[in-house]
């Protein structure tokens, strides 16, 4: 429900809730990529007033193919990658954590 809000409060309420029901589609398509369970989505989606019929269904397409739809490290190969962001006597410093000396 939060992403809806958000999506109202940036938009404004004009252009948010095409917004809204862009993403309630888009969740939908998520749970079931059936082939006929997605033209019912681009059937609604036509009803609502997204383009002619086949628009939705290319464009939920296009945002597959393309990966734009993945933010924040889904195709990370590794997160577990350690940098050493100071490489002088003070980061070797804050590296001895718990050792004794």
Known sequence: M???ASIVGIAGF???AGGTFGALMHGWANINRGEEFLKVLDQRATTMGF???GDWLEANRLLRETGFEHVAGEYAMRDNLQHKFIGNDWG??????????
Not at 92 to 101: A, G, Q, S
Request: proline share 0%; with cysteine; glycine share 10%.
């Open 51 to 53: 383009g002619k019929a």
């Open 2 to 4: 939060n992403t809806y």
């Open 92 to 101: 070797e410093f804050l590296k001895c954590r718990t050792r004794v000396l």
């Open 14 to 16: 004009k252009h948010g």
